[in-house]
């Protein structure tokens, strides 16, 4: 019997977690976003569109435009910036536009998770958290 474990350590300062929400057409349901006790979220990146063919496949949409998307960082840092928790969601009505008419979209947002103290100190990089893989045989 072989099991594989993986685990995630959460992002702490100076590590970064890159998330990627599909498209929600319908609904336009929001996923949550939390830092935890004592932490807020400090935003680097964030996209919305399509920026390759593999990221959020749907059966039956249109993932063939790869070129179209838009900078998002402004409305998730307005959303997200210096909160414990927040809200986003990946659907037009959400950023008020559409990207790409008729493309299934997708969010990719990056961020971390810092201590109030250390959400002013400007940092330009940060690494992603580790993720350790384990396999018994």
């Known amino acids: ?3 594989t474990t993986t685990t995630t350590t959460p992002p702490t300062n ?3 977690t890159t998330d990627v929400v ?3 057409m319908e609904l336009c349901e929001p996923v949550m ?7 807020v979220v ?11 063919s593999t990221t959020c496949p749907i059966e039956g949409g249109d993932v063939s435009n790869t070129q179209c998307n838009f900078n998002a960082l402004p409305r998730f840092a307005a959303q997200c910036s210096g909160s414990r928790s927040c809200q986003l969601a990946a659907c037009n009505n959400f950023f008020e536009a559409d990207p790409c008419p008729g493309v299934h979209k997708y969010l990719s947002f990056t961020y971390e998770c810092v201590v109030p103290e250390d959400f ?18």
């Open 1 to 3: 019997t072989t099991t």
């Open 14 to 16: 100076g590590e970064c």
């Open 22 to 24: 599909c498209e929600d």
């Open 33 to 39: 976003l939390d830092c935890g006790a004592g932490r």
């Open 42 to 52: 400090r935003p680097f990146a964030a996209s919305y569109g399509r920026q390759d």
């Open 120 to 137: 002013d100190t400007l940092a330009t990089t940060c690494t992603e958290p580790t993720t350790t893989t384990t396999t018994t045989t």
